[in-house]
Antibody, heavy 120, light 113 residues
Framework: QVQLQESGPGLVKPSQTLSLTCSVSGGSISGALYYWSWIRQRAGKGLEWIGRFYTGGSTNYNPSLKSRVAISLDTSKNQCSLKLSFVTAADTAVYYC????????????WGPGTLVTVSS | DIVMTQSPDSLAVSLGERATINCKSSQSVFSSSSNKNYLAWYQQKPGQPPQLLIYWASTRESGVPDRFSGSGSGTDFTLTISSLQAEDVAVYYC?????????FGQGTKVEIK
């Protein structure tokens, strides 16, 4: 059974870069055609898709964040990473990684999420 | 972007009664090439990540109780809980995956009356 686990600093200063890692166990991160997505949820709010890395060879980002986001894969570590630059308090949220598949792109596996607070 | 709008924002239902949540997309999420609606439903309990309930608008995920069902096509969709149980108290989200950016509805909170 595939399991996802997010990790990274829980506190980031304004204007700095938020960096998170999603560690995947129970399967290869590139063993098939997968979408590895990052999704965030601000306190008491809904879900916002940040972007995805497609193992078939592309990335797509939400236009609202596109200028500040980078998602990458490290197949040697079986990890997916998120970098969000120039953060502000509005980026304070629980960040989730989630998996979809090429022909079934809905999110069938999620990590438990990690809270990132942006504050000086 | 495809905007997903759920209604109501919250509802309270008696145990054993039916709960119905609606989701409307600003444009069709039906693909004629695949003959599928690119619409999923998720359940989120406090302190937990969302959990997939329904995909392709009406296919129940493995392990999901059959009291949960999804219906609809094009721009109008419904999630029905046929007989509400205490463990169904949660926030429910619809999500379209027809086109990026993938988008979610604002959520519907289901409580016990």
């Amino acid at each position: 059974q595939v399991q996802l686990q997010e990790s990274g600093p829980g506190l980031v200063k304004p204007s700095q870069t938020l960096s998170l890692t999603c560690s995947v166990s129970g399967g290869s991160i590139s063993g098939a055609l997968y979408y590895w997505s990052w999704i965030r949820q601000r306190a008491g709010k809904g879900l916002e898709w940040i972007g995805r890395f497609y193992t078939g060879g592309s990335t797509n980002y939400n236009p609202s964040l596109k200028s500040r986001v980078a998602i990458s894969l490290d197949t040697s570590k079986n990890q997916c990473s998120l970098k969000l630059s120039f953060v502000t308090a509005a980026d304070t949220a629980v960040y989730y990684c989630a998996r979809g598949r090429q022909l079934d792109p809905y999110f069938d596996h999620w990590g438990p999420g990690t809270l990132v607070t942006v504050s000086s | 972007d495809i905007v997903m709008t759920q209604s109501p924002d919250s509802l309270a239902v008696s145990l054993g009664e039916r709960a119905t949540i609606n989701c409307k997309s600003s444009q069709s999420v039906f693909s004629s090439s695949s003959n599928k609606n690119y619409l999923a439903w998720y359940q989120q309990k406090p302190g937990q990540p969302p959990q997939l309930l329904i995909y392709w608008a009406s296919t129940r995920e493995s392990g999901v109780p059959d009291r949960f069902s999804g219906s609809g096509s094009g721009t109008d969709f419904t999630l029905t809980i046929s007989s509400l149980q205490a463990e169904d108290v949660a926030v429910y989200y619809c999500q379209q995956y027809e086109g990026t950016p993938w988008t979610f509805g604002q959520g519907t909170k289901v409580e016990i009356k």
